[in-house]
């Protein structure tokens, strides 16, 4: 690694603030394979890239949101049609922004899991949700210039919404690693309108036959798919008993079950208590 040049957080990050962001448009741009001692988060926004990363290569398309560590080494170039525009936003944060991040989101094995992965996490946005944190990104031009707290504090909200919604289902070795198209669904899937709509909603969403869903739920998730959809709709129940006043059957309803009985059964059989007894234990306020 010493063979590469190597960025410093003194030479590239504002301390105040900690951290750096640029938009940055043009038809062709390269950066030579480099590490640095911070970490950062880069967004292709239009056009391909091909990234080179740890002694790899890999070809990002566009919505590819890339988490690079502190020595990763890396490098990219953008080779496009002259009609194409390409454009990324890149967004650069000190080990204190990470540290204080993934202490606060108090996930272990989260943060451990992007962390200690040989190839950079990546995930692949869908049009929507590209444009989503592009706005976001966006919002951070709208703060008083000089005021370092708010955009510290702007920032610091911006990364706890980007690796809790956009890279919690992502990370680990690129071997056993979720797929994107399969985090992109996780991520689809955790929506009420669509695990209340039940596995076909799964199927219709993915874009994939039957089959290859349930072999690939299996092989990552370790469930069969209806086992993963009652997963989502009894957690979401168990939210609801605890944060609101609905009627037990009311919630049942609410989160996609037919049938009460059923609800009970399933609902009993994730949290050893049955809806009733749940929101007496855990649904009073301290």
């Not at 944060?93 to 451990?112: H, K, N, P, Q």
């Not at 709509?197 to 349930?214: D, Q």
Request: net charge neutral; charged share 25%; proline share 5%.
């Amino acid at each position: 690694m010493s063979d590469y040049p190597r960025y410093t957080t003194e030479a590239n990050i504002d301390l105040s603030t900690g951290c750096r962001y640029r938009f940055v448009y043009g038809e062709s741009d390269i950066f030579l394979p480099h590490s640095h001692d911070y970490f950062e988060i880069f967004l292709t926004v239009s056009g391909t890239v091909t990234h080179f990363a740890n002694g790899k290569t890999v070809e990002l398309s566009e919505g590819s949101l890339v988490f690079i560590r502190p020595d990763d080494v890396h490098g990219y170039v953008y080779n496009n049609p002259e009609s194409a525009k390409t454009s990324y936003v890149n967004l650069a944060f000190t080990r204190g922004t990470a540290r204080a991040l993934f202490s606060y989101l108090a996930d272990t094995a989260f943060s451990e899991r992007l962390l200690s992965c040989d190839m950079p996490p990546t995930v692949i946005l869908q049009d929507a949700e590209r444009e989503r944190l592009l706005s976001k990104l966006n919002e951070l031009n709208s703060v008083t210039h000089g005021d370092a707290e708010a955009l510290r504090l702007r920032v610091r909200l911006l990364l706890a919404d980007i690796f809790v919604r956009l890279f919690y289902h992502t990370g680990g070795n690129e071997d056993d690693a979720t797929p994107p198209w399969l985090s992109r669904l996780c991520r689809e899937m955790e929506r009420p309108e669509n695990f209340t709509a039940g596995s076909e909603r799964l199927v219709a969403l993915s874009g994939r036959s039957r089959e290859h869903i349930s072999r690939s739920i299996k092989r990552y998730l370790g469930v069969t798919p209806s086992e993963y959809v009652s997963g989502l709709r009894v957690n979401y129940a168990a939210n609801l008993l605890i944060n609101t006043n609905s009627p037990v059957i009311d919630v049942c309803f609410a989160v996609g079950f037919q049938n009460l009985s059923h609800f009970y059964r399933t609902f009993k059989a994730r949290y050893a208590l049955t809806p009733y007894a749940f929101r007496k234990k855990y649904g009073k306020m301290p």
